[in-house]
């Protein structure tokens, strides 16, 4: 764990051992690589070469302007990939994560291999509706351990929550038709109780040429802590076996020759 410059600022990077092909993790919106990480990485570092990054205003890495925006965390990710790793990586997002994975593969395909794409919104309608974003619903937990690891000044917390909550009103903004030209494998998943719609995961899912999908049981939008155990084990699965799914009974794929 150290600060890496990339784009020209100072990013908080994780590199886990060196156990296979490259993954990076990209955490979820307002939230950082520690909290996603803590479930991620025990089942997958003997298998793969991880790596995550805070992005600029979450975590450990301080805000830069124009950091909330969907481009310039596409951007961010495309220049952690081109800068730090240099080599084609596997993507598991999460919430957040996930959208950014899917722009860089639209932006950048060459960079990815393959897109775990966890609880993903790829536009603004996809979330169900939410109740009016509240400052005092903010709890003592979270400032705390904002104030305690960010380097931007513990006051700057409401102006970000607020701020991302507008941005999520109209961000992410993907095509449908961009999503179907992504050719890489991916696995889209959802809880049964996301705060993603079901009839968005499966459009996402039906877009993709070589989507697979799972809906977790049992879970919300934190399905990543809710059933660990069950994510974590789809996920090594899918990342280990990317070949194209032969069924028995195949109605959306056809089965190669």
Known sequence: ???????GYPLWSFEWANNGEVVLLLHGGLSDTDSFAEVMIAPLEDSFHLFAYDRAGHGRSADQPGSFYFD??????IAFIT?????????????????????????RPE??????SIAANFNA?????????????ISDEYRAEYAELS????????FKVAKMHEIWKVEPNIEITDIAQINVPVLVMAGDD???????????????????????????HGLVKEKPAIVTALIKSFLSDQSYPVTRQPIRRTNPA
């Open 72 to 77: 310039f965390q596409r951007d961010e990710a």
């Open 1 to 7: 764990m150290k600060y890496l410059n990339i784009s």
């Open 125 to 137: 309608d996809g979330i169900v509706e939410l109740p009016v974003f509240d400052p005092a619903g």
């Open 194 to 220: 996301d705060v993603v719609k079901h009839s968005h995961s499966i459009e996402l899912y039906e877009a993709l040429p070589l989507g697979q999908l799972a809906i977790v049981p049992g879970t919300s």
């Open 151 to 158: 380097p931007d000044a513990p006051e700057t917390l409401d």
């Open 83 to 107: 800068e730090v790793i240099k080599e084609p990586v596997h993507l598991v997002g999460y919430s957040d994560g996930a959208n950014i994975a899917l722009m860089v593969a639209i932006a």
């Open 111 to 116: 960079l990815v291999k393959s897109i775990v």
